[in-house]
């Protein structure tokens, strides 16, 4: 089935720590984006991919980093220059650039100590 | 820039009442507008989106919205709530969310 799969889903990491997060996709889409989900705050967009090898910074992208290989691939690095890296990051895709249905992945929650 | 508001945090139902989820938005043109929602922990999952057209769109769960051009709303209905209906729900222009209602559902 087609879909998209983010890795680990739990993730505990010491302060300090460069973490990435995998989100792999097989529905052959275009677009590609991160969100930080942080309770009360709803979905906040880290990063956004609408092509291979081009991406573009979301509202809160400092102390992330992305890359976009590969139009399966979009893996996010939390560094340690996020100040408040302790959160729930969900992957989504949408099929092509101008916008349309957004499909998630299941999330990854990472705990820094 | 494009926003997103969604003026309740948090609503209260019985079992069987009816619901309404509102959704303001700021956009230049005509928005592709989303109702998602969310289960404790889970990815999200598309109830439905309205891109033109009818302004009354159907979606999963027996849940419907409508579009208001002059309000620049998008507020979501459901005449009869059941209990498996608590979650999260957020609405969307485009990739631009908004910060969520969660509903709780009284049996």
């Known amino acids: 089935d087609g879909g998209i799969t983010q890795s680990p889903k739990y993730l505990f990491r010491k302060e300090g720590q460069n973490v990435t997060l995998s989100c792999e996709q097989n529905?052959?889409?275009?677009?590609m984006y991160w969100y930080r989900q942080d309770p009360g705050q709803g979905l906040r967009l880290i990063y956004y991919?609408?092509?291979?090898?081009?991406?573009q910074k979301g509202d809160i992208a400092e102390g992330y980093s992305v890359s976009r290989e590969k139009k399966e691939s979009f893996p996010l690095t939390v560094t340690s220059a996020q100040k408040n890296p302790t959160a729930f990051y969900l992957c989504?895709?949408?099929?092509?650039?101008?916008?349309?249905?957004?499909?998630f992945g299941e999330g990854s929650r990472l705990t820094v100590l | 820039a494009q926003s997103v508001t969604q003026p309740d945090i948090h609503i209260t139902v019985s079992e069987g009442a009816s619901l309404e989820l509102r959704c303001n938005y700021s956009?230049?043109?005509?928005?592709?507008l989303f109702w998602y929602v969310q289960s404790p922990g889970q990815g999200l999952q598309l109830l439905l989106k309205?891109?033109?057209?009818?302004?009354l769109v159907q979606g999963i769960k027996g849940f419907e919205a409508e579009f208001k051009r002059s309000q620049s709303s998008f507020n979501l209905r459901k005449p009869s709530v059941h209990w498996s209906d608590a979650a999260e729900y957020f609405c969307?222009?485009?990739?631009?969310f908004g910060t969520g209602t969660r509903l709780k559902v009284l049996a």
């Open positions: 956009y230049g043109a005509t928005p592709y």
């Open positions: 989504a895709s949408t099929r092509d650039r101008a916008g349309g249905e957004l499909f």
């Open positions: 529905l052959n889409h275009d677009a």
């Open positions: 309205y891109f033109s057209g009818d302004t």
């Open positions: 991919s609408q092509i291979v090898n081009d991406f």
């Open positions: 969307a222009v485009e990739y631009i």
